[in-house]
DNA sequence: TTTACTGCAAATATTTTGCAATATC
DNA sequence: GATATTGCAAAATATTTGCAGTAAA
C-alpha cells in the first residue's frame, strides 16, 4: 500500500473508532497520528512533541500523551519499553511482523523481520487469554559494543 | 536443581563475577540477590525494597537500585518493563524458557512455557549482533476482562 | 591505606492529574 | 447547551546523582 492510502486507512480506523466509543473527532487527533506515520520510526511522546512543535503544530505535552495513549489502545500504534524508563511507540501499520535487537550496553535498537516465526506466533492460542498482538526483544550487543567490550577485557582492572 | 543449591550456585556466579571486574563483595549485594532467588518471582524495586526492611536487613533504595543493576549486568536477574512505568525483574535461573502474557487492561502477568519455541528462539542466530537472551510479550485481555469488556460493549456511549 | 560502596537527601526524568477555557456533537 | 477535550501548571511516580561516612581489599 502507497503511504498515501496507509494515511487515509489509518485516519478511517482512528475515526470509526472514536464513533464506536462516542468519543469526539479532535483535529488535535488527526494531526498526531498523522505526524506519527509521516515520521515512520520509533520516537518518544517528547521526541514527537518537539517535532509537532517544530512542524509548527502546536499542542500540549499533556494532549500528546492522552493522544498516544489513544492510539495504542485502538492498536494503531505499539508502545515499547526498550529497557530505558522512557516509553517508544511505533505505527502498527506493518510493524507486527517484525521484532527487535536491543544492545544493552549502547541502547540502540534495530529491526529483524522473519515472516515465519511471525506466523507462528500470531498464529499461537492461549488457554483463557486473547492475544492481539506481541512484541519480541533480543537482548545482548552489538556489532560496536562487541568490539568495546573486547578491548576493555585487556585493560588491568583494580 | 535444590533450591538451597541454587542459592549456593548463583552466590558463586555473583562472587566470580564481581573478582573478574574488581568490584567488592558487600553483604549488601549477597543479602539482596538472596532474597530475589528466595521470592521467585515477579517484583519491582520498590517491592523487594520493602521486602528487604521487613524481612529486618536495613538497605537503603539506592543499593537496591545499584545491586538490581550490576545483577542483571551478570544475567542473574532479568528486567522486563510490562507496560507500566516501573521496571520489574525476575531471576534469571530458569526464568529464560518462559514468555509473558501481559493483560493490557488489568496489567496481570501470567508467564507461559513452550520448550519448541524456547529453543528456536536460544539458538537464532543475528547477523553483526551478539544475542544474550530475548523476552516475548504477548498482549491482549486476560480471562476476566474480555468478560468485562464484552458487558462494556452492550452498554450505550453518548 | 586506598577507594569502592553505602545511605541519605536532593535532583532529575517521565508521566499523570486538576481545573478553567474551549470546541465537538 | 452539555460535556469531552484541550492547555497549562502543579503533583505524582520512578530513578539517578552528589557527597560524606564506612568498610572491603
New binding site residues.
Given amino acids: 500500500m502507497e503511504e498515501n492510502n496507509i494515511l487515509e486507512s489509518v485516519s478511517a480506523q482512528l475515526s470509526s473508532y472514536?464513533n464506536s466509543k462516542g468519543?469526539?473527532?479532535?483535529?488535535?487527533?488527526f494531526a498526531i497520528l498523522e505526524q506519527i506515520y509521516n515520521l515512520n520510526r520509533h520516537f518518544?511522546?517528547?521526541t514527537l512533541y518537539e517535532i509537532m512543535q517544530e512542524s509548527g503544530y502546536?499542542?500540549?505535552?499533556?494532549?500528546v500523551?492522552?493522544?498516544v495513549?489513544l492510539l495504542v489502545e485502538c492498536h494503531l500504534i505499539v508502545k515499547h519499553q526498550f529497557g530505558?524508563?522512557?516509553?517508544h511507540y511505533e505505527r502498527a501499520f506493518n510493524a507486527d511482523n517484525h521484532f527487535h535487537l536491543i544492545c544493552t550496553n549502547c541502547n540502540n535498537v534495530t529491526e529483524v523481520k522473519d515472516e515465519d516465526l511471525n506466523n507462528q506466533l500470531q498464529n499461537k492460542k492461549y488457554k483463557d487469554f486473547d492475544a492481539t498482538g506481541y512484541n519480541l526483544y533480543i537482548y545482548g550487543l552489538c556489532h560496536k559494543c562487541v568490539e568495546k567490550d573486547r578491548s576493555n577485557d585487556n585493560t588491568i582492572h583494580?
Fill in positions: 472514536l468519543l469526539r473527532k479532535t483535529p488535535e487527533r518518544d511522546v517528547d502546536r499542542v500540549s505535552r499533556a494532549t500523551y492522552n493522544t495513549d530505558t524508563n522512557m516509553a583494580n
